[in-house]
Every structure is written in structure tokens, then in C-alpha cells.
């Protein structure tokens, strides 16, 4: 039996610090629950400053401490990404707002979603960027992540 592949792109400003996050968070929990071979999970940013670097070394040492590897490179999101990927999540609205901008159809725009859609606790309506502030915004954001992606693994895959 041959299941289809969920393929899931996670989308942040500059992708150093929240989408690589939520894909590290994704990655583990698919992992976890031995469904690698059923996900592709990759991330990208809506600008091409950082293009080329890791992550954010605060973010990586946040996520580290929470047993999640940051390997990602960033990149800018591409109009390919909007046709290769089933979801395309941004980090808080004005990246979802960009992103369905940016989309070339309706079926493209359709795959777009806030990152805090999938959340179970609702605490915030946003992942909030944590470059400019300090450790305690980057553990938030881990939090969220860790939350929303698992919300979403259970709606992908009925697993809690």
C-alpha cells in the first residue's frame, strides 16, 4: 500500500529562527512516530537576506537544550515551493498575508496556513519572531512550535 507523502513547508521572515524551529519540531515528532518515509518537511524564508546560514545560533542552543537539531540552511521561498508542497505555514499574519500574496493561483493560496491553526492550548494567535528579544522569547517559541506541530501531526495523521 502505497501512501501518499505529506510534504510541509514552514515559513518565517528571514528562516533562522522560527521556521527552521518548526521544522526541527515537525521532523522529530514524524521521526518519533516512524512516519519519515510518509513526510517531507523543509522550511524557507520570505526574504533572501540570510540565504546560505544556519540558524540562529540563540535559536539552535535553545532548541538543542530540547533535544531538537537545527541543520536547516536558510533559503527564500521559491514559486515552485507553492506547487511541490501540500501545506505552506507561515509563522504569524503578516507572513501569511505575504504568502498568499506571493501565490500564483487559488489552489495555491489554498495550501497557505497560519502556524497557530494546528495549536491545541490557543494561546497566542501568532508565533512571535524572537530575533530582537531575549532567551525567554525563544523558549516561547519552541513551546508554540512544539504545541501547534503536534496539533498538526494529529490532523495529518490521527496520531496524538
Known amino acids: 500500500m502505497n501512501k501518499k507523502k505529506h510534504k510541509i513547508l ?23 512516530a516512524g512516519l519519515d518515509e510518509q513526510f517531507e518537511i523543509d522550511s524557507a524564508g520570505l526574504i533572501n537576506y540570510h540565504e546560505g546560514e544556519r540558524a540562529d545560533p540563540r535559536m539552535r542552543a535553545h532548541a538543542a537544550r530540547r533535544g531538537y537539531q537545527l541543520d536547516s540552511i536558510s533559503r527564500p521561498i521559491r514559486l515552485s515551493d507553492f506547487d511541490h508542497f501540500d501545506l505552506i505555514i507561515g509563522m504569524d499574519n503578516r507572513n501569511v498575508d505575504e504568502l498568499r500574496s506571493l501565490a500564483p493561483d ?3 493560496e489554498a495550501k497557505v496556513h497560519q502556524m497557530t491553526e494546528f495549536s491545541r492550548n490557543k494561546l497566542y494567535d501568532y508565533v512571535p519572531d ?14 508554540l512550535l512544539e504545541d501547534a506541530c503536534g496539533g498538526l501531526m ?6 496524538s
Open 10 to 32: 514552514f515559513v518565517c521572515l528571514g528562516n533562522i529562527c522560527r521556521s527552521p524551529s518548526a521544522e526541527a519540531v515537525m521532523k522529530k515528532l514524524v521521526h518519533d
Open 106 to 108: 487559488l489552489e495555491s
Open 154 to 159: 494529529e490532523e495529518i495523521s490521527g496520531i
Open 130 to 143: 524572537p530575533y530582537y528579544g531575549g532567551a525567554d522569547g525563544f523558549e516561547l517559541v519552541l513551546t
